[in-house]
């Protein structure tokens, strides 16, 4: 079965500075996809970014990125220029053909000013 | 370009009554999933289902948990006696197509049982 961990259960970061979110998964497929989700205060569930495990190349979105490792099964997020509506719960999540996400425990990211 | 939209956003209800949760997927969507999130934890898959079929609930409990997605109107989950520990908050995705498809989520409706 397919697992998603994340270790770091609150991680807190200076505006305008930079962190990194870790996720490490666990299967035993060669094409999935992988997420990362943001959860602010009011509970929405936003996407942030996809990565597909046959990409080699990093996925980006503005200020996110991730760092993919497929043979380490890792898929960081990097938050660059962190800003104070950054704070929220985030969750890495994974997925593959039977149309299900299997979601982390999230980390708690605190912005401060 | 609406979003997948639920409702109620919250919901008391007191043990033994029943909840009935909406979700209307996006628009061109037809693939609604649904996940739960207990406190402090991630979601959970609970069923997935296309217009009119249960393509997969092996998230659901066994018992008091029903869901549907008719040809007309929203998807709907039921739970039927609830009890305290069914205090969660409930969300939708929906997707336009099935196996490799971003699922986007609803805001999601906290059930909170007295």
Not at chain 1, 54 to 83: G, H, M, P
Not at chain 2, 13 to 42: D, N, T
Not at chain 2, 61 to 82: C, N
Request: net charge positive.
């Amino acid at each position: 079965a397919q697992t998603v961990t994340q270790s770091q259960p609150e991680m807190s970061v200076q505006e305008a500075e930079t962190v990194t979110l870790s996720c490490t998964y666990d299967t035993s497929e060669n094409n999935y996809y992988l997420f990362w989700y943001k959860q602010p205060p009011s509970r929405q569930m936003i996407l942030v970014i996809r990565q597909e495990a046959y990409k080699q190349q990093n996925a980006t979105e503005n200020r996110f990125s991730v760092n993919f490792q497929k043979a380490a099964k890792s898929f960081s997020l990097k938050i660059s220029d962190s800003q104070l509506g950054d704070t929220a719960m985030y969750f890495c999540a994974f997925g593959d053909n039977t149309d299900k996400l299997i979601f982390g425990t999230g980390t708690r990211l605190q912005v401060f000013p | 370009n609406a979003g997948v939209m639920q409702n109620p956003r919250h919901l008391v209800r007191r043990r033994g009554q029943e909840a009935r949760l909406r979700c209307s997927p996006m628009k061109g969507h037809s693939h609604v999933y649904w996940y739960r999130q207990l406190p402090e934890e991630g979601l959970k898959f609970m069923v997935y289902l296309q217009k009119e079929n249960i393509i997969d609930e092996s998230g659901m409990p066994k018992e008091r948990f029903s869901a549907e997605f008719p040809k007309e109107g929203p998807s709907i989950l039921r739970i039927q006696q609830v009890v305290r520990g069914d205090s969660a908050a409930y969300f939708c995705a929906s997707s336009y197509n099935r196996g490799r498809e971003t699922q986007y989520f609803g805001p999601g409706t906290r059930l909170l049982v007295l």
